[in-house]
């Protein structure tokens, strides 16, 4: 079934009030819902009530307190149909079902993870637990009873305000929560177990005092220190940036260890995975401690972006979640250096959400069509979602932008609402038309802009001629010219700003050219001096360039140019152009040969004491193999690239030893461990040094001594990739690979990152350690983590492993996916799209990854969701 946007019409009917009984038990949960029901107006009192459902044994049914016949009634595990509800515009309906959260692998409704009931809702999972109208348009207030065995589930927590609580004898006991927010059926929760509670509290801006707390399996409640930490900065910064405060009187959040993905919403009670919750030194890296902060800060500036205003149907998804990734990039910049969050969030965009939006899965920001909405949940919807949000912003100015938001706020809440309706607080607080820009979110496909500079010092002239171009995506292939604001900046010498008295040829507004036409003949008078010109600052638009630039120019901005992000950008292109040069060398059979001056570049950069550490870590890291294919674009060899990146890395580390050495020791940590961000970004900077360092003689020396040496698992992780990646089978690997296992084999979330470490072992052999590893007492195919820490980081992060050229990564990896279908569905497509780029393969792999595609494909049974991405990735 194919839905699609053109067919939303509201429902004849509403469910203002809900009513939730549940009486907990692992194979046989009772759930009484009471909905009140009301006729919408206008709707005729002949229309049928038809309720979604998924999988669901209806135990009985009641209206107004009379049992419903089964004559008058159709009832489905999927749908259940009243087919002549009451004349009366207002009636109770009460329905049971019976469900078996113990059984429940796919993870979607009500479900056990390490003994605790817990839900996951988002997006269609409300319906696995009780009928209903289970669309983000209907909105209700919940009150929701549960009632379980005291020692089983002495904790019973829901959405909203608690409001009472009691025993019932023979060992059970009650709780009752209520939520007085109308909300929509998919910020549903419950969890019900046995937690141990990390508490605090949080004063807001007009003084209410709101309990905090965050629930984790007992005797970890320590582990949850910085993700508290990391909720109080964020209800402090929502109020200061966005003017929003928090509206119950409790917030919890609930740490569980099976969770499909990183983190859900729901009112008044988060539900996490695990892994973003718990954290200390020994078992999390610097990159946990700031997904953590990132993702508790998403998941809180949800309640006013996603719950407080919801969306009219899933087709709006971007409408909370491209507006919340803006708001945790932008605190995540305000608590850390901007600058490097900034270059960490495009080179995520650039790795996630380019390699999708140029091929078969593209998709809009805001989609038209679906078959299975979880689907959806895409690095286009958040990443790209996001970056629509900054252009916003970036053509708005910050002062405008905030009045829109201010009414977005004072004219949706309690709405569902729609892009259109986003769109349009904007246009009404600038008074300007963004219907051209709209189309940034109806159109799908990377814009390229192409752009050649010419200076005339006889007329004091520079020119920039310009023309962007869409490319084709699946079912659009004509495209409508975008709107693009293209940041840009002429650098003249020392780095200093190149004045011009006018110009000509597009509105150009502090320092952003607006593109709206095909092309553009951009000109700039009384430009005295020839400027190098730095281009797309700050990426200010999620667009590929094609320039034609003198490497010269090149050099000088990736020394000189004064916005950060483009003198990163600068460098890294210089980087990406030496490395598809090299492939190509490599390719020809001859040795590749990198250019001196660019080699200087990277040790001038590494000993730059004005730059930041994790700046310099940024750009000494060289561009990812999968980031070089993307740009090579067709007819990839992975073992090219990758013996491409080695020399370059050799080359680099070669020629820097001495500075890279002499800064590697003056690195080592002297005070006490610190997760802040300017701690992390020497630790980022001393690790990609040992990188370097491990491939010059005495490498696997150096990085065992950091290995035992390590006081924090960011260290220890770091030197045990190296020493696995770079000294595959040496004594130093695997002895510290066994230490590893030893030291964190009872802990999952920590032997994660042991297996992703193997996993992501370059070369052919890996494919055989992966099989070894699903059999490893620590690995589980019925956990999400588990499966993404080998399975995935193998498929999607090791592609001389993955892309062996005899096909058997794929194979492996087909099968897998099929396992893991099994009992999971959603991770399943989600491991599934790892394959999206197969076009771009050489000749003989993109044979063999598309018979194992096929094979997918002619699996028997398979569900909505893999069937879904196979075909379209097949199409
Ligand atoms: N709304 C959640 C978040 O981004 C994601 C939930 C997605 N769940 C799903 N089953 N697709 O914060
Ligand atoms: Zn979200």
């Not at 009379?66 to 749908?79: E, F, G, N, S």
């Not at 998403?298 to 309640?303: I, T, V």
């Not at 964190?744 to 042991?754: N, R």
Request: hydrophobic residues 40%; glycine residues 6%.
């Amino acid at each position: 079934q194919v839905f699609k946007l053109e067919d939303y019409r509201p429902n004849d009917y509403l469910i203002p009030q809900t009513d939730l009984t549940f009486r907990l038990s692992p194979d046989a949960t009772r759930v009484t819902a009471v909905l009140t029901i009301e006729r919408r107006d206008g709707v005729s009192v002949s229309a049928p009530l038809v309720l979604d459902g998924d999988g669901l044994t209806l135990k009985r049914i009641e209206i107004d307190g009379k049992k419903v016949k089964p004559a008058d009634l159709l009832a489905t595990p999927d749908q259940l149909t009243i087919l002549e509800p009451p004349v009366a515009r207002r009636f109770q309906l009460l329905i049971e079902t019976e469900v078996a959260p113990a059984g429940n692998e796919a993870l979607m409704g009500l479900y056990r993870s390490s003994h605790v009931y817990c839900t996951q809702c988002e997006a269609e999972g409300f319906r696995r637990i009780t009928y209903f109208l289970d669309r983000p348009d209907i909105l209700s207030v919940y009150t929701v009873r549960m009632e379980a065995m005291r020692d089983e589930a002495p904790l019973l927590l829901s959405n909203g305000n608690p409001l009472e609580k009691g025993d019932l004898g023979d060992g059970w006991h009650y709780a009752v929560w209520h939520d007085p927010f109308p909300k929509p059926s998919y910020l549903f929760a419950l969890v019900a177990g046995n937690l141990g509670r990390l508490a605090d509290s949080f004063v807001t801006l007009s003084g209410r005092t709101v309990e905090l707390g965050i629930y984790v399996e007992p005797g970890k409640e320590t582990l949850a220190g910085y993700a508290m930490d990391a909720l109080k900065r964020s209800m402090k910064w929502d109020e200061e940036a966005f003017g929003r405060e928090y509206d119950l009187d409790v917030f919890n959040i609930v740490a569980v260890s099976d969770f499909n993905m990183g983190a859900m919403e729901n009112k008044g009670l988060n539900i996490f995975n695990d892994k973003y919750v718990l954290a200390d030194r020994e078992t999390a890296t610097d990159a946990d401690f700031a997904n953590i902060e990132a993702i508790i800060a998403h998941e809180y500036f949800h309640n006013w972006t996603g719950n407080r205003i919801t969306c009219r149907d899933w087709f709006q998804l971007c409408l909370k979640e491209g507006l919340t990734v803006f708001r945790d990039h932008e605190f995540s910049a305000d608590q850390r250096s901007r600058a490097v969050k900034r270059i960490a969030e495009v080179r995520t965009l650039r790795a996630h959400q380019f390699p999708e939006d140029q091929g078969p899965l593209a998709h809009p920001v805001r989609p038209r069509r679906y078959r299975e909405i979880n689907n959806f949940y895409t690095a286009t919807v958040y990443e790209k979602g996001s970056e629509v949000v900054r252009m916003i912003r970036t053509i708005l100015g910050a002062d405008v932008f905030r009045a829109g938001m201010d009414l977005y706020f004072e004219r949706h809440d309690g709405d569902a609402a729609t892009i259109e309706d986003f769109i349009k607080v904007f246009e009404d607080a600038s008074g300007r038309d963004l219907s051209q820009f709209a189309l940034w979110y109806h159109q799908a496909g990377t814009p390229n802009l192409t752009i050649s500079s010419t200076h005339n010092p006889a007329a004091q002239e520079f020119t920039l001629e310009i023309e962007q171009s869409v490319p084709p995506t699946p079912s659009e292939s004509r495209k409508r010219l975008m709107h693009i604001p293209l940041a840009f900046g002429l650098i003249g010498a020392g780095g200093k700003p190149v004045p011009y008295s006018s110009v000509e040829g597009a509105s150009v507004e502090d320092g952003v050219i607006h593109i709206r036409k095909r092309r553009h003949m951009v000109r700039f008078s009384g430009v005295t001096e020839r400027p190098a010109v730095s281009l797309n600052r700050g990426f200010s638009a999620p667009v590929t360039l094609s320039v034609e630039q003198k490497a010269d120019d090149q050099f000088f901005l990736a020394r000189h140019d004064g916005d950060a992000f483009s003198r990163w950008q600068a460098f890294n292109t210089l980087l990406t152009d030496a490395l598809i040069s090299a492939f190509r060398e490599i390719l020809g059979g001859k040795q590749p040969a990198f250019a001196p001056r660019l080699i200087e570049l990277a040790g001038s950069i590494a000993g730059d004491e004005t730059l930041e550490p994790a700046y310099r870590a940024l750009a000494l890291a060289l561009p990812g193999e999968a980031d070089i294919a993307r740009d090579i674009g067709r007819n990839i060899d992975p073992d090219a690239i990758y013996a491409a990146r080695e020399a370059l890395a050799l080359a680099i580390g070669t020629a820097n030893r001495d500075v890279f050495s002499g800064l590697y020791l003056s690195l080592a940590d002297r005070e006490a461990f610190s997760p802040d961000a300017a701690s992390a970004g020497r630790r980022a900077l001393r690790n990609t040094l040992l990188d370097y360092l491990s491939l010059q003689p005495g490498g696997a020396e150096l990085a065992a001594g950091h290995f035992q040496s390590a006081t924090n698992m960011t260290d220890r992780a770091a030197a045990l990739a190296v020493l696995a990646h770079r000294h595959h089978g040496s004594p130093e690997a695997v002895e510290a690979l066994a230490a590893f296992e030893t030291t964190y084999g009872s802990d999952p979330l920590i032997m994660d990152k042991w297996f992703q470490i193997q996993a992501s072992v370059p070369g052919p052999q890996t494919v055989d350690t992966v099989k070894a590893l699903t059999n490893h007492p620590a690995f589980s195919m019925g956990n999400p983590n588990r499966v993404r820490s080998l399975i995935g980081t193998f498929s999607s992060a090791n592609q001389t492993g993955f892309h062996r050229a005899d096909g058997e990564g794929y194979w492996f990896f087909a099968q897998t996916v099929l396992e893991v279908e099994k009992r999971n569905p959603q991770v399943a497509a989600r491991l599934a799209t790892a394959l999206r780029s197969w076009r771009s393969l050489e000749p003989l792999r993109q044979a063999k990854a598309r018979e194992a595609l096929l094979s997918i494909a002619g699996a028997e049974n398979l569900s909505a969701d893999l069937r879904d991405i196979v075909e379209r990735t097949l199409a």
